[in-house]
C-alpha cells in the first residue's frame, strides 16, 4: 500500500514567476531562379514539405511569379534540416536552387 504525499494532492506549484515562452519560429523560402525546373520545384514541396500536388504547384507558382514562397514555418532545428535538405537535393541534381530561413 502506497503512502499519502500532501504535495502531490495540492498540485505541482512552479518554483517561480517566469513565464514560459514557445520557441520562436522560422519560416522557410524558396527563391526563384532561372534554371530549377517547375516540376523540380513541386517534387521537392512534396517530398520535403509534405505537401499535396495542389499545394505544392500553387507554391512553385508563387515562387515563379514573386519570385519567393513560404514553404512551411517550422521551430530553427526543423527549418534548419529542411533548407539543408533542399540545397542537397538541388545540388544532386544539379539546380541551384536556394532555400532560406527567417525568423517570422
Known amino acids: 500500500m ?4 500532501p504535495e502531490l494532492e495540492e498540485g505541482i506549484k512552479p518554483d517561480s514567476d517566469e513565464e514560459v515562452t514557445e520557441p520562436p519560429m522560422y ?7 532561372d534554371y530549377t ?7 521537392v514541396l512534396k ?8 499545394e ?3 507554391i512553385m507558382l508563387n515562387v515563379h511569379r ?3 514562397g513560404v514553404c512551411g514555418i517550422y521551430p530553427y532545428e526543423i527549418a534548419e534540416t529542411k533548407v539543408n535538405t533542399v540545397d542537397a537535393l538541388a545540388r544532386e541534381r544539379g539546380y541551384p536552387l536556394k532555400c532560406t530561413m527567417e525568423r517570422e
Open 37 to 43: 525546373t517547375m516540376e523540380f520545384v513541386v517534387e
Open 2 to 5: 502506497s503512502q499519502r504525499n
Open 47 to 54: 517530398y520535403v514539405f509534405y505537401k499535396s500536388l495542389e
Open 27 to 33: 519560416k522557410v523560402l524558396l527563391l526563384n531562379d
Open 66 to 68: 514573386n519570385g519567393v
Open 56 to 58: 505544392a504547384t500553387r
